[in-house]
């Protein structure tokens, strides 16, 4: 039951659900990320060091993040020695390092979720502490972005008119986004989509901590941003130019070329906004997500019927 050609298989299936939804919901989908996240854990971390299984649980790392946070929970997956242990024989990639920093995301929602329950005084504290760690991913996310800016001498992505892939021209939402993104390769353009989308998670997050500093700071003479000197919001303020990146980067996406493999590489960037910006008053951007996801849907993964 350990082999890689049993993960592998569990894969495929999730992978199934995910493009034909036979029992018409999400439920067998997910039941296949349960499964295959109870494999590679029930496996071991060294299994996953090298050869087919470093690559197959590369493979799985997003979908794995995407169920936690599905589910409200969090895995043993991405705990400290799972992201370290399994690149013992190759040097992480940009994109691998862009996942560890988006495999916090259900730990601090987890987190986050605790607050009301807690008392006067140690909201505060956790507050603190969750706002300081999305600081931290987020210069982290800063400096993987840079560092691929100065890898290459070239543009890593460039503007270009929109051809218009995603809605009719006489749609009201048209000319939302005048231009999009192309990318140098297709590996830059997911690295760069998913770090996009993970910072318009943190920027919001961390906006929505700060206004929460403040109601507690209602009922007191002062507030976590007083107490423990933490930095404005500064660029984070403006999460929605950031959610923007992500939306420019679809049409790349939707080209004809790229059959089916890579609008299912956007969707979770794409649900991952979309996600964020609903906790906002943001209904044109919102409705222009939700029409790219009809997109990918009808491109073949109709999973997304049932999980947005």
Not at 2 to 20: G, K, P, Q, V
Not at 287 to 294: E, P, T
Request: charged fraction near 15%; aromatic fraction near 10%.
């Amino acid at each position: 039951m350990r082999e890689d050609e049993t993960l592998a298989a569990c894969m495929a299936l999730s992978l199934y659900e995910a493009l034909e939804c036979p029992t018409a919901g999400s439920e067998g989908y997910f039941s296949h990320c349960h499964g295959f996240l109870a494999l590679v854990q029930a496996r071991g971390v060294h299994a996953h060091a090298s050869g087919a299984g470093h690559q197959l649980f590369l493979g799985l790392r997003v979908p794995g993040i995407l169920y936690a946070l599905q589910h409200n929970t969090s895995t043993v997956l991405f705990d400290s020695i799972w992201t370290e242990q399994p690149w013992a024989e190759y040097p992480k990639s940009s994109l691998d390092r862009v996942t560890d920093c988006f495999a916090h995301a259900p730990g601090i929602l987890e987190r986050v979720r605790t607050l009301p329950f807690l008392n006067a005084n140690q909201r505060p504290n956790l507050l603190y502490n969750l706002v300081h760690e999305c600081w931290q991913l987020d210069q982290h996310l800063e400096l993987i972005d840079d560092e691929m800016q100065k890898s290459t001498s070239g543009s890593l992505y460039w503007p270009m008119p929109s051809q218009q892939r995603i809605l009719a021209n006489d749609d009201p939402l048209a000319g939302l986004l005048p231009t999009v993104f192309f990318f140098a390769n297709v590996q830059t353009a997911r690295t760069l989509t998913l770090l996009w989308a993970t910072r318009t998670m943190l920027w919001t997050g961390l906006h929505n901590l700060y206004n929460y500093s403040k109601l507690l700071a209602a009922g007191s003479c002062t507030s976590i941003n007083d107490e423990n000197n933490l930095p404005p919001l500064g660029h984070c303020e403006d999460y929605i130019s950031m959610a923007c990146h992500v939306c420019q980067s679809v049409e790349y996406f939707l080209q004809t070329e790229m059959l089916l493999a890579e609008p299912i590489s956007v969707s979770p960037a794409l649900g991952i906004v979309l996600d964020s910006l609903q906790q906002g008053y943001h209904p044109q951007e919102v409705a222009w997500l939700r029409a790219a996801l009809d997109v990918v849907r009808r491109k073949g993964l109709r999973a997304l019927d049932y999980v947005t």
